[in-house]
């Protein structure tokens, strides 16, 4: 018992926290500011917790108490410390970023904690309902949190697509859920993996159908084809910080319980890869001809966000059920998230106020004005490039490794292909800073050291993470 | 001296580049840090140089795990084909900084990084490691062509880059390919360049990854069909850019194909080689056609450094000791004598603010020594016999003889369009009448003879007396061949009834 709550300790931090920020911020004891440290603050106690867990390793994983439901992985511990890493550095970026908007409130970071509770619990979840109530807990934070500029047209707009669509998925993950159910008799990943491995597959419609509609949603939570059409709208229409977190955090969360589902046994897996196959080279290509052609940034890097997808679901393709760890999925995220939360915490105090610079014109001599920002976003646009030796480079080579030891060489090419793509359009904002002469000054004022210091540490765990021995 | 001379000769001129880069020095600052970190790798290469000593088999080697489940290493060594590229390198690049005395700090901190990734790109025994420093070498360039290169720079900077990188994106695969392969032949995971022999590699996918592996070095070095990057970069690139990528990184390009390709594919590359050697040989007759039309001095030492690389590419697609050796050879002879003459070309640039061949004239009355020392560089890349250049060709043609008549007949006759163009521009640009803007031409300062000087002296050393060099080279050069020598025999009786014809039935 102890131990299970030992286990559950940073979940059990986040959400409490979140209530205690959420009371706060009710009797008005706190300002947006305080709110933000206290944040901050919350996601770093949590982090530390799971740190030092993953350090002491081994502790026993959950007993009977709760019934099985929710299991703690070397990959969910993983997953968990990336979440809570993007939440610290989101609470950190808004707090500079709402300097220059003015929109905040303090429950905004109650929302972006809740929604790492929800994200957390996702992780670990081995059920379907549980995994329903993850999904809708983080679900039902993001949708407020992307329309919180309510004034703002551009935010509505997006909020009413997200909540419409998210909404749709999620109902199809609850009819799967039942079918399965029927089908199973069960809804722990445990004993549908051994119905599965008893009576096979394609013995029941209700089961094959029941895949199928969690399959739906788990592709439009992670915005893979043909379920992204959302996201460019989506992530231009949220605020910055926003757009970091749920490209990062909640990709994470999304493929985290995407891959527990996905390895409960061979013959399902069998099944999906090779759909997941064609998935993963559609959303790969189609993310990219989408990417190419924006003038946004934060439109570009939604669009790349859908690559980078992509190329998770090649690490889908080639994971096996037999000794799953996770690792190479997990080091893709951490490699990922380093890169883009890079860019969009870089955002946050170089966009100037109402987000005026967002396209690639804006940011052009750049370089000229402000070195080391230029050279931070340099390095996060090269990190998820792929280029060496960066952290986005040894989560391809990872990838890249495992699909062809899997035999998926097609897939690797068409990877490597589709990188080779994406190289222009990472190029172009790095031209556009260091190539041009700059128009606009750059001067402002920033208001507040906290989103600097961020973009500086993570430029560090760029190359740091680089340096962290994976096993495939 | 002391342990881990090879990490010191990488990693002090890039950490060197990345302190100057992050904070604010002057130019001057920059400049001297510049010079005095390039002399220190310079007296550590020397060191190197007479340390070496000529087994085959890598030496100086460093190890280290990195990633012990992948068997991927931090692991460094060198032999006779790595010692002298790294050593064109180290003695190069110090005139740099004497020459161009007052460029911005970004171009000199970018010197010194591009120094440190070659230096490593040559000296990594680790697949994984060469892929790195392979990378890490082309952002400096990058940067520097776009920063501050020509009028036409962004063209030619997305070119060189999206064309380079595609190369390399591809490479990775294949290098991923091949420690799979090795994973699944021996059961153990490793990156090791030289474990990679052992491989037996058949069918389509082999023959896939070895494209992977040619066409990225035929990018790099450049290689006819894949040249067509050159001619925009290295007019565009500045002086000390266009040096680079000529005098060294277009070697490491050929240093690729002997170091993985010819050991590791030794069937397909037997099986290509005749395709291959062809290439180089169209790559030099159509770059040196090209050179004798250009009307831009630097364009057409871009188009001539092409034919060059395209006869060292040939000495290593003959497969045998003669022509490998003659090529590495003349990777140092041209390293020097192209190099030497697009530092010239920088010089011309800067003092008469123009690049075009026909406003100059004369300039041999004006500037004698500059004069002198132009000539013999430029018949040194011509091949003149008493020069650095004649070896490293005589070797080349006589290995492709040996290899196949017509190739040979036809890389033999071509040298002779590199002194047509040669001796033509020498004569357009240093003899006939002074006009406007020669008339005022300074001759070298002191400071700038004494720099070129050594490497003058070296051209002439290398051509009369090559034995001491040449004693590096072949006992890895034969090793090279000795590892996969059974092939090797079968390919040249094969290669005697119209390999053509052999190819195509397969």
Request: proline content about 3%; glycine content about 8%; some cysteine.
């Amino acid at each position: 018992m102890t131990n299970d709550l030992m286990l559950l300790l940073p979940l059990i931090i986040v959400g409490a926290g979140a209530i205690l920020l959420m009371l706060a911020s009710v009797y008005e004891k706190i300002s947006h500011e305080m709110a933000a440290y206290g944040s901050a603050m919350i996601f770093a106690v949590a982090f530390l917790v799971q740190l030092s867990f993953c350090i002491i390793g081994n502790a026993t994983l959950f007993s009977g108490v709760f019934n099985g439901i929710l299991v703690v992985s070397n990959f969910s511990k993983a997953a968990g410390l990336i979440i809570l890493a993007c939440g610290f550095f989101t609470a950190m970026s808004s707090q500079t970023y709402f300097k220059q908007n003015t929109f905040c409130t303090p429950e905004y970071y109650c929302l972006a904690v809740f929604a790492a509770s929800g994200m957390l619990l996702m992780t670990m979840a081995h059920e379907l309902i549980s995994v329903f109530i993850a999904l809708e807990i983080m679900s039902l934070a993001i949708y407020i949190l992307v329309g919180y500029d309510r004034r703002n047209i551009i935010s509505t707009e997006a909020v009413l697509k997200y909540l419409m669509l998210g909404a749709f998925a999620g109902a199809f993950f609850t009819m799967g859920a039942a079918f399965i159910y029927g089908a199973t008799a069960s809804t722990k990943f445990v004993e549908i993996g051994q119905y599965i491995a008893k009576h096979g597959f394609l013995q029941t419609p209700a089961l094959i159908g029941g895949s199928f509609f969690i399959l739906v949603a788990f592709l439009f939570k992670a915005a893979a084809f043909p379920f992204h059409a959302w996201v460019v709208d989506v992530y231009d229409g949220a605020s910055v910080p926003v757009t970091g977190y749920m490209a990062t955090a909640l990709k994470t969360a999304v493929f985290a319980v995407f891959a527990n589902f996905l390895v409960i046994d061979g013959s399902l897996q069998a099944g999906w890869i090779k759909y997941l196959f064609y998935i993963s080279v559609f959303t790969m290509f189609v993310g990219n001809i989408i990417a190419i052609g924006q003038q946004s940034l934060k439109r570009m890097l939604a669009a790349s966000g859908i690559v980078h997808t992509g190329y998770l679901l090649i690490a889908l393709v080639a994971v096996s059920s037999k000794e799953f760890t996770g690792s190479v999925i997990a080091f893709y995220l951490a490699a990922y998230a380093v890169g883009t939360l890079g860019v969009f915490t870089a955002l946050s105090y170089l966009g100037g106020s109402e987000e005026k610079r967002n396209t690639f014109d804006d940011f052009k001599g750049l370089a000229k004005k402000r070195p080391y920002s230029a050279a931070a976003i340099s390095i996060f646009l090269l990190s998820m490039a792929g280029i060496p030796p960066t952290a986005g480079f040894m989560g391809k080579l990872y990838i890249i490794t495992s699909a062809i030891n899997a035999g998926q060489v097609t897939l690797a090419v068409l990877g490597i292909i589709s990188s080779i793509i994406s190289m222009w359009y990472y190029l172009r904002l790095i031209i556009n800073m260091y190539f041009y002469e700059s128009e606009d000054q750059f001067n402002e004022y920033v208001p507040s050291a906290m989103a600097p210091v961020c973009t500086f540490i993570l430029v560090i765990c760029v190359f740091a993470i680089s340096l962290y021995p994976v096993t495939i | 001296m002391f342990e881990h001379l090879l990490s010191v000769i990488i990693f002090l001129p890039i950490l060197a580049g990345l302190l100057l880069l992050v904070t604010p020095a002057s130019k001057t600052i920059a400049r001297i840090t510049g010079l005095t970190i390039s002399i220190a790798a310079l007296i550590l290469s020397i060191d190197l140089y007479t340390g070496f000593s000529a087994t085959g088999h890598l030496e100086f080697v460093e190890y280290l795990p990195w990633i012990p489940s992948l068997g991927i290493a931090y692991h460094l060594g060198i032999d006779g084909i790595s010692l002298f590229i790294l050593m064109a390198g180290s003695v190069l690049l110090p005139m740099v900084y004497l020459v161009f005395t007052t460029k911005e700090k970004g171009y000199y901190a970018n010197l010194l990084l591009v120094q440190g990734a070659m230096a490593g790109a040559v000296c990594a025994a680790d697949m994984i490691l060469f892929y790195i420093f392979w990378e890490i070498m082309l952002l400096p360039v990058f940067f520097m062509l776009g920063l501050y290169g020509g009028p036409k720079r962004l063209p030619a900077t997305l070119k060189i880059t999206l064309y380079t990188i595609a190369g390399s994106l591809l490479m990775l695969t294949a290098i991923i390919y091949l420690g799979v392969s090795y994973h699944a032949q021996f059961n153990e995971w490793n990156f090791a360049i030289s474990k990679m022999a052992q491989l037996n590699l058949t069918g389509r996918v082999a023959a896939l990854a070895f494209f992977g592996f040619m066409i990225a070095f035929a990018i790099k070095i450049p290689l006819f069909p894949f040249h067509t990057w050159l001619p925009d970069a290295y007019t565009e690139a500045p002086t000390a850019t266009t040096f680079v990528l000529s005098a060294i990184m277009a070697k490491i390009g050929v240093y690729g194909v002997i170091r993985f390709v010819v050991p590791v594919f030794d069937e397909q590359f037997a099986r290509f080689a005749i395709l291959l050697a062809y290439s180089g040989v169209i790559g030099m007759m159509y770059c040196g056609l090209a050179a004798i039309a250009q009307k831009d001095f630097k364009r057409m030492l871009a188009f001539s450094s092409a034919s060059h690389m395209g006869i060292i590419a040939l000495g290593v697609f003959c497969m045998n000791v003669q022509a490998l050796t003659g090529s590495i050879y003349q990777i140092v002879a041209h390293a020097t004598s192209t190099g030497v003459l697009f530092l010239f070309a920088g010089i011309l640039e800067d003092r008469t603010n123009t690049r075009t061949i026909e406003d100059l004239g004369g300039i041999a009355s004006k500037a004698p020594v500059f004069a002198m020392f132009f000539a013999i560089a430029m018949l040194a890349s011509v091949g003149l016999p008493g020069t650095s250049g004649f070896i490293g060709e005589f070797m080349i043609i006589l290995g492709a003889v040996k290899f196949n008549t017509t190739i040979g007949v036809l890389a033999g006759t071509t040298l002779i369009i590199g002194v047509c163009y040669m001796l033509w521009m020498f004569q357009r640009v240093f003899f006939e009448k002074t006009n406007s803007l020669s008339e005022n031409f300074k001759d070298l300062s002191l400071i700038e003879g004494l720099t070129f000087l050594p490497v003058i002296i070296l051209i002439i050393v290398m051509g009369i007396y090559p034995q001491p060099f040449l004693s590096k080279i072949t006992p890895s050069t034969a090793l090279l061949f000795a590892q996969s020598a059974p092939v090797v025999a079968q390919t040249v009786t094969t290669n005697a009834l119209l390999p053509e014809l052999t190819i195509e039935q397969k």
